[in-house]
């Protein structure tokens, strides 16, 4: 992070003068710990910081006008929302009966089983695997 003068750092006077009013947070001691080791702190972070240091009589308002003037600098980070369930297709209850109309003539035919367990387990039957158990209805049944 480039600084305009890097011997004056906002955000770590505030941290310590809110840790010598609240010298038994553990919020602010973690804070000052994260701000020391990474030289950096989030959005939420400075955001909880501001709301301990408006408590604090001895910061300067400028201090506190500077802080929350690198809260608004930084971005909003949204979190997408959770996806929409999609609702499983109906199920076609004549599609089904002709399955089982050519199983039990018919218990190994191979592509039946094949399309009957994508039916059970609801993956998309395409159409011409509907075709197919269409034309083995004719054939085998009529």
Known sequence: MNKIKPDIDIILDVLK??????????FVESLLYQYQERGNLSKKQLEGLYSKASNVKTIAPGKLATLEAIIL?????YKSPL???TPL???????????????????????VLFIKLKFENNEAISPQEKSEIERFHKLLIK
């Open 17 to 26: 003068e809110s840790q010598a009013w609240y010298p038994n947070s553990k």
């Open 73 to 77: 600098k930084k971005p909003t980070r």
């Open 83 to 85: 996806p929409v369930a």
């Open 89 to 111: 297709p109906a199920k076609d209850n004549l599609f089904e009966k002709m399955m089982n109309d050519i199983l039990e003539k018919y218990p190994q035919h191979k592509r």
